[in-house]
């Protein structure tokens, strides 16, 4: 099927030029997003909500009665802000990648979505704020285990669904352009062991990356998950200063590059 046989000729979406951005499409995908919620919300919840957990009782309380205290933090603190990054990425990423893939390909939800007043780059901003959302939600998940075995609430925790929105922001872009460009469902195995896994793994979530070889350590600060990492400590522990206005720039780049790179690819895949 062609792409002028799947989106109406009338469609914003092939009129040439992309439009102006507009907030009343976005609106009507995210009313779209959360008549499916309402459906799926228990084996979404349960999904996004137990996997961080198992990763912090594991690392958090398995080792952490062993080590005690490093790093200068009780263990099950480190781990429980760090697991935030964790909760987030698999939210965002994995949500976005696998998603954005079955409806484009396999459902042609997009063709209906396009067929109406919405233009591509609505649709990618519609699609990734929701899953930003939800990271937003969910990712708060970890900190508030960690509060019920012992960490302290703070002030800062109240920051904690706006870096979890930012971060998860630019990782559901990032998942939408990765699906964008993948030939098949099965190349998202090389993206999540050989791209994902590594992040995930060097992030800080359970040893701070000076502890890496200097080499390692210097390509673990491009890790926009360790940004969101030292974001989320700081604004939990109560350090927050002008290292986290550059942690946050690095997120928002992070999102922007993605937002491009996703509309492009997205674009060229549905209309073009």
Request: a neutral charge; glycine letters at 10%; one cysteine or more.
């Given at each position: 099927?062609?792409?002028?046989?799947?989106?109406r000729?009338d469609?914003?979406?092939?009129?040439?030029t992309?439009?102006?951005f507009?907030?009343?499409?976005?609106r009507?995908?995210?009313r779209?997003?959360?008549a499916?919620?309402?459906?799926?919300?228990?084996?979404?919840?349960?999904?996004?909500?137990v996997?961080?957990?198992?990763?912090?009782?594991?690392f958090?309380?398995g080792?952490?009665?062993?080590?005690?205290?490093?790093?200068?933090y009780?263990?099950?603190?480190?781990?429980s802000?760090?697991?935030?990054?964790?909760?987030?990425?698999?939210?965002?990423?994995?949500?976005a990648?696998?998603?954005?893939?079955?409806?484009r390909?396999?459902?042609?939800?997009?063709?209906?979505?396009?067929?109406?007043?919405?233009?591509?780059?609505e649709?990618?901003t519609a699609?990734?704020?929701?899953?930003?959302?939800?990271?937003?939600?969910?990712?708060?998940?970890?900190?508030?285990?960690?509060?019920a075995?012992?960490?302290r609430?703070?002030?800062?925790?109240?920051?904690?669904p706006?870096?979890?929105f930012?971060?998860?922001?630019?990782?559901g872009?990032?998942?939408?352009?990765?699906?964008?460009?993948?030939?098949s469902?099965?190349?998202?195995?090389?993206v999540?062991s050989?791209?994902?896994?590594?992040?995930?793994?060097?992030a800080g979530?359970?040893?701070?990356?000076?502890?890496?070889?200097s080499?390692?350590a210097?390509?673990?600060?491009?890790?926009?998950?360790?940004?969101?990492?030292?974001l989320?400590r700081?604004?939990v522990?109560?350090r927050?200063?002008?290292?986290?206005l550059?942690?946050?720039?690095?997120?928002?780049?992070?999102?922007?590059?993605?937002?491009g790179?996703?509309?492009?690819?997205m674009?060229?895949?549905?209309i073009?």
């Amino acid at each position: 099927m062609s792409a002028d046989a799947r989106v109406r000729p009338d469609s914003p979406a092939v009129a040439g030029t992309p439009r102006l951005f507009e907030w009343a499409p976005v609106r009507g995908v995210w009313r779209r997003e959360l008549a499916l919620y309402r459906r799926y919300w228990a084996s979404t919840s349960f999904a996004s909500l137990v996997e961080p957990t198992i990763y912090l009782l594991a690392f958090g309380f398995g080792f952490g009665s062993v080590i005690g205290a490093a790093y200068g933090y009780d263990y099950r603190d480190f781990v429980s802000t760090g697991v935030v990054a964790t909760s987030v990425l698999f939210i965002s990423a994995f949500g976005a990648m696998f998603g954005t893939f079955i409806r484009r390909t396999y459902q042609h939800t997009y063709d209906a979505v396009l067929a109406a007043p919405v233009d591509v780059h609505e649709l990618v901003t519609a699609e990734a704020s929701w899953l930003a959302a939800k990271a937003g939600v969910y990712g708060c998940a970890p900190v508030l285990v960690g509060v019920a075995f012992g960490l302290r609430p703070s002030p800062g925790m109240l920051l904690v669904p706006f870096i979890a929105f930012l971060t998860g922001l630019g990782f559901g872009l990032f998942g939408i352009w990765v699906s964008s460009i993948v030939p098949s469902i099965n190349t998202f195995d090389y993206v999540i062991s050989g791209v994902l896994a590594p992040m995930f793994l060097v992030a800080g979530t359970f040893f701070p990356v000076d502890q890496l070889p200097s080499w390692a350590a210097a390509v673990a600060r491009v890790n926009p998950l360790y940004h969101c990492v030292e974001l989320v400590r700081d604004a939990v522990f109560g350090r927050l200063g002008l290292d986290d206005l550059a942690h946050a720039g690095v997120l928002l780049l992070f999102a922007a590059l993605m937002w491009g790179l996703a509309v492009w690819k997205m674009r060229a895949r549905l209309i073009d």
